[in-house]
């Protein structure tokens, strides 16, 4: 199914450095999801902008933590209905930066991914593991939520992701407490390799211990695939709406969801 989307291109980043390992929790700032080459292997991990200078992450050292700062109510709006029901708590990592809580996005602008992929890059949710639902969704032109991933339906779910892209989304929780999002990156290469990578994500929802998460083991989410030749007011729910466009330039894009059902 095609559905219109924002993508929000913000240009060429900075390159980013790897670095070694360590454990960290991210409670604010910037920070993207996306496919790189660690030593030649395609690996997905974390681009962390929140320091001095841009660092790439192993996802079993990072934990984005989402503090009850971030907790509002599901709208009045049927289109909302997938979040929960009307009124009930979810917490938000909004499209739209916000002061205060992390702002994740997803890109595909490595260098070397960009030298090296033949045109897209497909992101599979093959499961989230937690206490409550997850979703991910963009908010359009008109204020209309489009679905990329939720943990209501079927997986794995899939979306297409160009090469050169740098999107971001509203993620929200309906629950406190630790979730792996379980999540694999793959594509194919110009000279026709199939390259794939799975791993979890960590997210700790709420104002307990965020360093608790490292302690939940990723099971089968971590292991990478082989490579073949009570509410509050929070935030506003028009997340992405006219709003960003005075921060960033917004242009249209299109965002491929292919859900599978009953595969085995």
Known sequence: MLIPALALLLGTQPAAVAQEAERVVIEKGHVDLGPRFVDGKWTVQLRDDTGGSPQWRALSDVVLHVPDAAKTTVPD???YAFLGDRGSAVWVLPQVEQNGVVWPGWNTQDPEVAKTVDREVTWR???VRGPGRFALFLTGNFGAPQ?????GATTPQE???EVGTHVHGNWVFSAPGTYLLDVE???????RRELSDRRALRVHVGN???RAAFDVPAAQAEQPRAESPEPSAGFPWPWAGLGGLALVVVVAAVVVVRRRRGER
């Open 147 to 151: 679905q990329i991933f939720t943990s």
């Open 185 to 191: 990156m793959s594509t194919r290469t110009k000279d």
């Open 77 to 79: 709006d049927q289109a």
């Open 208 to 210: 307990t211990d965020p």
């Open 159 to 161: 979306t297409g992701v």
């Open 125 to 127: 949710l093959h499961g």
